[in-house]
Every structure is written in C-alpha cells, then in structure tokens.
T-cell receptor, first 114, second 116 residues
Framework: AQSVTQLGSHVSVSEGALVLLRCNYS??????LFWYVQYPNQGLQLLLK??????LVKGINGFEAEFKKSETSFHLTKPSAHMSDAAEYFC????????????FGKGTHLIIQP | GAGVSQSPRYKVTKRGQDVALRCDPI?????LYWYRQALGQGPEFLTY????????KSGLPNDRFSAERPEGSISTLTIQRTEQRDSAMYRC??????????????FGPGTRLLVL
C-alpha cells in the first residue's frame, strides 16, 4: 500500500518569499513521485516528477523538488513566490509496479500575500 | 492540440437517478483514468483502461459505479441510483503509453456532480 501526507492544508507566504510545500510518502516499493497544480476551474497540471534519474527535479514555473529517501520526503520549493502561484498543489505517488492510478495527498492551498 | 475534455462540466441530479459522465482523452492516448475528488480532498483513483480493456477497477466504490471505453477512445463513467454521497468532482486523465509508471497523466477540467 502507498500513501501521501501533505503537511498544512493552507500555506501563506508573502510575494517574493520562499515557497515550501511539504510532502511525505509511504511506499513498499521504490516510488515515483509527482507534484500537480490546480488553478481555479482548471484541471490538474503536472509541475514535475521524480523518476529516479536525479534526486533534485526541476519543473515548470521555477519550482523544484528534492527526493530524500532517508526522510521519505519530496518537498516542493520555489525561491521567490509570485502572485500567479496562488493555487492548490497536490503531491502524488505511484509504485514502481506498473501504470496504475496515482495516490494523491489531500492538497495544500498556497496563498500569496501582496 | 486539444487536451482532455469532459462533459458535462456540471451535473445536478436527484437521488435515485442514473448519470453518465463522459471523457474524451487526448487523441492517440492509450491509457485513460477516472478519479473522484471530494471537497477538501485529493483525487481518489477509481479505474483505468488501456485501449478498450479495463485494467483495474479496484477503486470503484460499489457496483453502482461502472465504466466503459468500447472503442478505446471516449470513456463513460456511469453511476446508477445516485446517492447524496456520490456528490463530488469526477476527473478523467489520459496518458500516452500504458504500462510505464513514470508516464505523465494529463487531466481534464472535471465534472462536478451534485446529487440532491
């Protein structure tokens, strides 16, 4: 069985400040990890994914995430927040066994303060 | 090109009625996934197809839920005898190649279902 825990249902940062969204996973086999973003009234869009090629993964819009096996974490960061980053962010895991469905966390709503 | 589309975008129905939700994947995508997302939660996997074959339906909550993809393209998720607890956002996703765990799933805008 696999699961994802996202700490903090809401995170508020000031424009220009560091963004840190936390994700911890549980998986009995080597995981593949994903971050998706959801803007209002839109579908989920892939930000980045960990595929075991490199532990530091760079994504779109200046986001990156680092896979840390010892901490079972895959936290999402961005050095400087922009107002357009306000959205819902979901971390997801898939086991290495095959192309079955993703297991998502509950999501973190990112609020950007002007 | 066009992304994943879903229809209707909003559906209001009365308890006990059947509903059919449609998903039109990106052209040429082999795999198609259905998820359900309750308010304040992340998407929850329901079922998926490779071409027309349903590969895994372990996430379907009960036998009132069924899905088909008869020609390997458009898919329909049907909920029979709807109940208020079925109210949620239903999301569809597609991906290019079935069988690769690193493949990206592309999501549609979802259908918001409200059962009165």
């Amino acid at each position: 069985a696999q699961s994802v825990t996202q700490l903090g249902s809401h995170v508020s940062v000031s424009e220009g400040a560091l963004v840190l969204l936390r994700c911890n996973y549980s998986s009995s086999v080597p995981p593949y990890l994903f971050w998706y973003v959801q803007y209002p009234n839109q579908g989920l869009q892939l930000l980045l994914k960990y595929t075991s090629a490199a532990t530091l993964v760079k994504g779109i819009n200046g986001f990156e995430a680092e896979f840390k096996k010892s901490e079972t974490s895959f936290h999402l960061t961005k050095p400087s927040a922009h107002m357009s980053d306000a959205a819902e962010y979901f971390c997801a895991v898939r086991s290495g066994g095959g192309a079955d469905g993703l297991t998502f966390g509950k999501g973190t709503h990112l609020i950007i303060q002007p | 090109g066009a992304g994943v589309s879903q229809s209707p975008r909003y559906k209001v129905t009365k308890r006990g009625q059947d509903v059919a939700l449609r998903c039109d994947p990106i052209s040429g995508h082999v795999s198609l996934y259905w998820y359900r997302q309750a308010l304040g939660q992340g998407p929850e996997f329901l079922t998926y197809f490779n071409y027309e074959a349903q590969q895994d339906k372990s996430g379907l909550p009960n036998d009132r839920f069924s899905a088909e993809r008869p020609e390997g393209s458009i898919s329909t998720l049907t909920i029979q005898r709807t109940e208020q607890r079925d109210s949620a956002m239903y999301r569809c996703a597609s991906s290019t190649v079935g069988g690769a765990p690193t493949e990206t799933q592309y999501f549609g805008p979802g259908t918001r279902l409200l059962v009165l």
